[in-house]
């Protein structure tokens, strides 16, 4: 299959480039520079210049696909602003793939995030919430999948708040480098939310399975481990970087403040079943051993 990713080059993208062209598949990224084309090159994949706001090279990406894996995000979380800005070019970047695709039956495989139900663990049949900072991602995961009904297979598989891999990434790469930054390692809360995370190569296994027999319309779970306390994570954080381990306010984080204090649990266990997805790479704690002083 000729697979067209976006965010192709990132911590995520990488490993699902890697699966895909493992299991036979071609696949061209989407790169914004010189130096993630010779990333992407490297390690195989074709190359398409250019950047998330570029609809019409989105558009000729996805025309020339036999399938469609969209990773990309500006991931800015400076300020609300920026953020929000994020989420309107994603979902400008989405409404062209999913138009280019209507009506071949080709797959469309998006990202999302797994629902935070404070209290309860959540599965693939809770809906994303639509409101707060992020909200408008879930809006555009919607839209995408509705899209089952006028001839796109498409499909979204929803990550944890941290996808790591050599202990970086994610909600747990976020509280490191902060740690690193104001020199304390610090959490919101009590610490006794919990956090569901993956490893960024079982988390690619499951978007190419995905992408070759998820059916239209459906959604799946990247859940590896279904909640890791924050307190845990900041204490191996704390330990490895050599730093004071406790509680700071939640305006420390910025824009995503609020959903770093959320306790959010996820299972995977309809994915595990219908997919056959089997999880075996290390679990978060162990991976944030890699961190390095």
């Not at 520079?33 to 190359?47: I, L, M």
């Not at 920026?82 to 409404?95: K, M």
Request: aromatic share 4%; glycine share 12%; charged share 20%.
């Amino acid at each position: 299959m000729r697979v067209f990713v976006t965010g192709g080059t990132g911590l995520i993208g990488s490993a699902v480039v890697a699966e895909l062209l493992g299991a036979g598949h071609t696949v061209t990224a989407l790169t914004r520079s010189d130096a993630s084309a010779a990333h992407a090159e490297a390690a195989g994949a074709g190359v398409l210049r250019g950047e998330l706001t570029d609809l019409r090279t989105l558009r000729s990406g996805a025309q020339d696909a036999d399938g469609v894996i969209h990773l990309a995000f500006g991931n800015d979380f400076s300020s609300p602003e920026a953020l929000a800005r994020c989420v309107r070019e994603e979902q400008e970047a989405l409404a062209v793939l999913g138009d280019t695709l209507t009506g071949s039956d080709r797959p469309l495989v998006t990202v999302s995030g797994t629902p935070p139900l404070p209290g309860h663990v959540s599965t693939e049949d809770d809906p994303l919430p639509t409101g707060g900072p992020v909200g408008g991602r879930a809006e555009s995961v919607n839209r995408a999948l509705a899209l089952a009904a006028h001839g796109v297979r498409s499909s979204a598989v929803r990550l944890p708040r941290t996808v790591h891999h050599r202990g970086r990434g994610g909600f747990a790469g976020m509280l490191t480098e902060i740690a690193r930054r104001d020199g304390v390692a610090g959490y919101p809360g009590d610490g006794t939310q919990r956090w569901p995370a993956v490893h960024a190569l079982d988390a690619a296994v499951l978007f190419r399975l995905a992408l070759e027999k998820a059916p239209a319309g459906s959604v799946w779970h990247a859940v590896a481990d279904g909640g890791d306390a924050v307190l845990d994570i900041a204490t191996v954080i704390g330990r490895r970087l050599g730093l004071p381990v406790a509680s700071v306010p939640q305006e420390n984080f910025g824009a995503i403040g609020p959903i770093f204090a959320m306790d959010q649990p996820a299972s995977s266990a309809r994915t595990r079943t219908a997919l056959g997805w089997r999880p075996t790479r290390p679990s978060l704690l162990a991976d944030l051993e890699n961190i390095e002083p």
